[in-house]
Nanobody
Framework: QLHLVESGGGSVEPGGTLTLSCTVPGFHLDSFDIAWFRQAPGKEREAVSCITGSGDNTNYEDSVKGRFTVSRDNPENTVYLQMESLKPDDTARYYC??????????????????WGQGAQVTVSS
């Protein structure tokens, strides 16, 4: 059973930057595609971004394109989500999830089997 661990959440003012990390202690993260999802209070969970196991393909939800960057450091067994120009609408609990390897990564939640507990991101002035 994989236990994904997110870190790096916090509070930031609009326009600020945060970087989330996702690790999987005891497993080789490069064996999985990794996606980031988020869920705000009263809203459905939505996809944010994904990256293939090799890191050669990424995908982003339209509202974060140009502001968020997903990357991975497989030797360090860590996937990152760098979030810039943050907006109040980005406030949510962010989850990383692991799923099977594909040639291009998927943004559908059903593609991902293992999930972390989430990290809270709050954007407010």
């Amino acid at each position: 059973q994989l236990h994904l661990v997110e870190s790096g959440g916090g509070s930031v003012e609009p326009g600020g930057t945060l970087t989330l990390s996702c690790t999987v202690p005891g497993f080789h993260l490069d064996s999985f595609d990794i996606a980031w999802f988020r869920q705000a209070p009263g809203k459905e969970r939505e996809a944010v971004s994904c990256i293939t196991g090799s890191g050669d393909n990424t995908n982003y939800e339209d509202s974060v394109k140009g502001r968020f960057t997903v990357s991975r450091d497989n030797p360090e067994n860590t996937v990152y989500l760098q979030m810039e120009s943050l907006k109040p609408d980005d406030t949510a609990r962010y989850y990383c999830a692991a799923g099977a390897i594909h040639r291009t990564c998927r943004l559908q939640s059903y593609e991902y089997v293992y999930w972390g507990q989430g990290a809270q991101v709050t954007v407010s002035s």
